[in-house]
């Protein structure tokens, strides 16, 4: 049986997305969507929630695989890791120019709050 493509939390968004984040957040204010993004850098450029990847845990684990190989260990005996550690940001600034009032329970969750 032929499994269909799965879509949505189960991989990262690409480089595109990414690569025009401030014009796609731009947009999301003149329209006045509370947007959640995937990556902490989409809060930074002034997105209302972020929730993703910590990149630098990522690329500290990163660093001890490329240390294993180049001590010997073979690329194929390493397991595929996915990522452990997220953030979660929070743009005051941008949820007031929202209108929206962000409940003090989630600032108490959130790992960064932009003011």
């Known amino acids: 049986m032929q499994q269909k493509a799965r879509r949505g939390s189960d991989h990262l968004p690409d480089g595109l997305l990414i690569t025009h984040r401030e014009p796609i957040v731009e947009l999301t204010a003149r329209y006045r969507l509370p947007t959640v993004y995937p990556f902490r850098s989409f809060s930074e450029a002034g997105g209302l929630l972020s929730y993703g990847p910590n ?17 010997g260990t073979r690329p194929a005996d390493l397991p595929v890791e996915q990522p452990t550690k997220f953030e979660f940001v929070i743009n005051l600034k941008t949820a007031k120019a929202l209108g929206i009032t962000v409940p003090p329970s989630l600032l108490a969750t959130a790992d960064e709050v932009i003011e």
């Open 55 to 71: 990149f630098t845990a990522m690329f500290r684990r990163t660093a001890e695989y490329v240390d294993k190989i180049l001590k």
